[in-house]
């Protein structure tokens, strides 16, 4: 930004301030962060919508600036990507929600560890789903207080087992609840300040899982089971909502604090979306249009409306002005919004490209124009501005203008470094994290002839395990970082049944090989779901641990295989995971059996 413009918004920033004389530098407001998962643009009640109760969000619109065309990513991980480095989730390795496609690769600067370089207290309460393992979680990324759960997605919203730090504990409530009360514990704390609270929420996201109350009052207006769900969870965040902005004003905080809140991508489910084609997981304007409302009394003018557009990637460097947050040594790809939440050089916003990727589709979206691209259908093209609905592809009458926002994603991936598409190996031996787990779902599964290994439900989504192993060929393999040599404790979790007693499962590291054998069944327990709609997913728990042996690991990057060296029964046991714990250091000879030995 210019320095003529800096000073105009800092200007405006200090006359409009009737707290203090002092510069956003010196005395830098908090900052609550506030992201909900899966709830669409027209699950909010000022946003048209008559059957859904959002009171505290509709008053939160109204107490600062509200944005009318805020584009994310058309997917959890990749959003949630963008908002933490300001850069397109491509270019720090996300594109996808599991299996390590999640993953911020780890010479990314995160927002955590901008404000903690700044010194604010930072905490975060909720969903992650940028890195499973350290230093990609939390505690790696500059967050000193975090509860809740790496992966995309939680099995149990009542009485959850969370991870608080670095260790899984049980909490009792109903998750949206505890997630916060754990974030006003933390406010609490640091209500001295600065902090930086952020709360990506996993409500709505599935399961269909909500207290009664929320649920029967939504069936009793006549909705199906699937949106009395959704809404009422939203009601739900929008009461734990309030309770946060009560606390605020109960500390006198409110005044010192910028509140932000946003939705990660379009709705879960078919259901009101203002008119907007498509949905989660689309590259139309339903999937990626979502609420942006941001408040900071007596800085942001009270009742705004900007109808620029804007993105996930703006908010880093929007913060990094507000609160003097460090500089990144990398290109952002964001705009700093001063600007347009202030109202200073508000028409001075040029025309720009945001560009989307999820499942091999891309979009590309400027000011007037979507550019669409499914698979590997043509290229499509949409007028915004006379047609929102998206209901006539005008690329033939278009041809010059499609191909330059065909171009534009064109060259964003040449940009792209194809390493940054592949996951990164998960850090074996760190200090920090002497115990890894490689869970099942991460595991590449190589099949004998595309069959012999599946994933429980097909698709490798969080918390899936290995099953229909029925092919001595196949196996599944992870790719592993091993950051310190050493001895590690090797242990499978697994469950198996009566006639797999006397399979042969054989973990292996380049050559070196642990042969363990099933001596006994193990069966799992079924957990009973408060599902409000019938799911895919299988809640279980109860997995056995069958210890492999000691193996000894050299420095670099391998591949941990699993393989099937005897199969009894008509399939190898499930298996759940490889769980690698360090003993040692590597000195002496490795314990593991190897070939010819």
Known sequence: MHLAKKLLILCFLLAASPVSAQTPSETPPNVLLIMTDDQGYGDIRSHNNPKIDTPVLDRLANDGARFNQFMV???????RAALLTGRFPLRVGVHGVTRGREAIRQDEVTLGQLFKQKGYATGIFGKWHNGEHYPYTPPGRGFDRFVGFTAGHWENYFDPH???????????????????????RFIEKHKDGPFFCYLPYNAPHGPWQLPDRYFDKYK?????????????????????????????????????????????????????????????????????????????????????????????IDLLPTLQTICGLPAVDKPLDGRDL????????????????????AWSRAGVRTERWRAIKDHTQPWELYNMQSDPGQTTDVAAEEPEVLAGLAAAFD????????DAMYPEPTPVGLAEAARVTLPAHEAYLHKHNNDGIHYVTGAGWAGEWITRWNRLEAYPSWRISVREPGTYRVTLLYASYEPQIGSELIVEVGETRLPVKVQTAHSLRHIPANDRVRTKKTY????????????????????????????????????????????SQASDASHAERPGA
């Not at 969370?162 to 899984?168: F, S, V, Y």
């Not at 109202?343 to 989307?356: F, I, Q, T, Y």
């Not at 060259?411 to 194809?418: F, I, N, S, T, W």
Request: negative net charge; contains cysteine.
């Open 220 to 312: 009793s207006w006549g909705l199906d089971d699937t949106t009395a769900s959704a809404y009422g969870m939203v009601e739900n965040l929008d009461d734990n909502i309030g309770r946060l902005l009560d606390a605020l004003d109960a500390h006198g905080l409110a005044d010192n604090t910028v509140v932000i809140f946003l939705t990660d991508n379009g709705p879960n489910s078919d259901r009101y979306n203002a008119g907007m084609r498509g949905r989660k997981g689309d590259v139309h304007e339903g999937g990626v249009r979502v609420p942006l409302f941001v408040r900071w009394p007596g800085q942001i003018p009270e009742g705004r409306v900007v109808n620029q557009l804007a993105a996930h």
């Open 73 to 79: 990513s058309p997917m959890c991980a990749p959003t």
């Open 162 to 184: 969370l991870i608080d730090g670095q260790e899984l504990r049980p909490f009792e409530g109903y998750i949206t609840d505890v997630l916060t009360d754990e974030a006003l």
């Open 540 to 583: 279980v728990e109860g997995w056995g641990e069958l210890s492999a042996g000691v193996i000894t690991l050299e420095s670099g990057e391998q591949q941990l295989r699993v393989r099937a060296g005897v199969m009894t029964g008509k399939a190898m046991p499930l298996l759940k995971a490889v769980r690698l714990e360090r003993e």
């Open 338 to 357: 001063t600007p347009l939440l202030t109202g200073v050089e508000s028409a001075d916003w040029p025309d720009r490209k945001l560009l989307d990727y």
């Open 411 to 418: 060259a964003y991936k040449r940009e792209v470094d194809y």
